[in-house]
């Protein structure tokens, strides 16, 4: 099954990309690898998830955020390789969790883009990760989330 049949069986689908908030490109192709920059949980234009995680939202809604981080991460990197079928494996993803003083659970809040490439991709989803609290987001995202895949 391809990558992009295993996202419609997950009853998903891949957004467009988002456009940038300040002055950079969604993501830069060098070589077999495409870098993302961090996508924040917009969606339809939207930021869908808001503030600090731990505080303003909980863990299990940051959970979704960082999965919505990551389809939009697919979206833009679609967007350099024209299928996700072209993505050979997930590499590394750093996730930044805009977190309440006293919240450490910032590991079970990127998660949710972990698990959820490894539901798409299996082991070519397996990734090297950082999870990393920070005192605020652009906007007040609550997750915020960039990936390097390497392409074939």
Do not use: W
């Amino acid at each position: 099954m391809s990558y992009e049949e295993k996202i419609k069986e997950l009853g998903l689908t891949i957004p467009e990309a988002p456009k940038p908030v300040a002055a950079y490109v969604p993501a830069v192709k060098v070589d077999s690898y495409v870098y993302t920059s961090g996508q924040i949980p917009f969606v339809n234009g939207e930021l869908k998830f808001k503030g600090k995680v731990g505080r303003d939202i909980k863990l299990e809604q940051g959970y979704e955020a960082a999965k919505t981080c990551a389809l939009n991460c697919l979206a833009v990197i679609k967007g350099q390789i024209g299928s996700l079928d072209n993505i050979d494996r997930i590499v590394k993803v750093t996730g930044f969790v805009n977190s309440a003083p006293n919240f450490t659970d910032q590991p079970k809040v990127i998660n949710g883009a972990s698990e959820l490439l490894g539901d798409i991709f299996g082991d070519k989803g397996q990734h090297a990760r950082a999870a990393v609290g920070v005192n605020e987001l652009p906007v007040d995202a609550a997750v915020e989330v960039e990936m390097v895949v390497k392409i074939k």
